[in-house]
């Protein structure tokens, strides 16, 4: 167990920033094994906060639709690494220009705080956007891909972020992707993986944080920095900062064997 935040006011919130880019499943098994480990009360509440490698995330509702197999097909032919993830919803990407964050906390009597922890990430979320030079709301948009009630929009027009959440026996997980830039490689893979799910959806409803501020929005820088992803980054750490007394920490090796343990749950057969 961790210590007591030094700061009596703010909760303590351990931030974990290692990805697992090429490891998919793998990366979803830390989520699913730390989800665990703080509702069972051996970890304190835990925030994943990185950048992500190509993935592509189906909902447990993608599972059952006839073209289930063929959309797996078509991710892995367009260099996307297929995974099913935590909680339900529809298909979304991960990329280079995206983040993903998540948080695992612990909730007794959880389904009673549903709707909250989602408007505490959405806010969250708006909060860092806005202060990036973006009109960030909350609120889906029509015809957005996974749509939900807490997608993060753009001037009420495109889709930044989508938020999903999965909840057990004495806690929560919420997560989501924040796009940053590369719009433009979402609509080509979700084109045709809708197509192939049979789902509709308008792929100009599809945002980036880049496009919405002037920046260049489909060159992702190579290698692994990119300023606006680590501007994004600190601005979303600075908005958890205001209610949580943060503290960096690294997986532990319990948590690791977990998440190995538990990888092949997500990985499409």
Known sequence: MQNPTPDAEKPLLRVIDESFAGSADLGTGVSAALMRRVARGQLAPTVR???TGPILAFGRLDKLRPGYADAVRIAREHGYEPVERLAGGRAAVFHEGTISFSHATRAPGAYAGTRPRFE???GQIASALSAL???ARVGEV????CPGEFSVNARGAVKLAGIGQRVITGGAHVGGVVVLRGAGRIRDVLTPIYEALELDWIPETTGSLAAEIGEDDE???AGSRDPLIERAITSLREILSSGYELADAE???ETRSLAAELRS???PA
């Not at 029509?142 to 891909?145: S, T």
Request: hydrophobic letters at 30%; zero cysteines; glycine letters at 10%.
């Open 265 to 267: 749950d997500h990985a």
């Open 49 to 51: 906060l990185h950048r």
């Open 219 to 221: 060159t992702i820088p």
């Open 120 to 122: 505490e990430m959405a």
């Open 142 to 145: 029509e015809g957005e891909y």
């Open 133 to 135: 030079g973006a009109d």
């Open 251 to 253: 997986l532990d090796e």
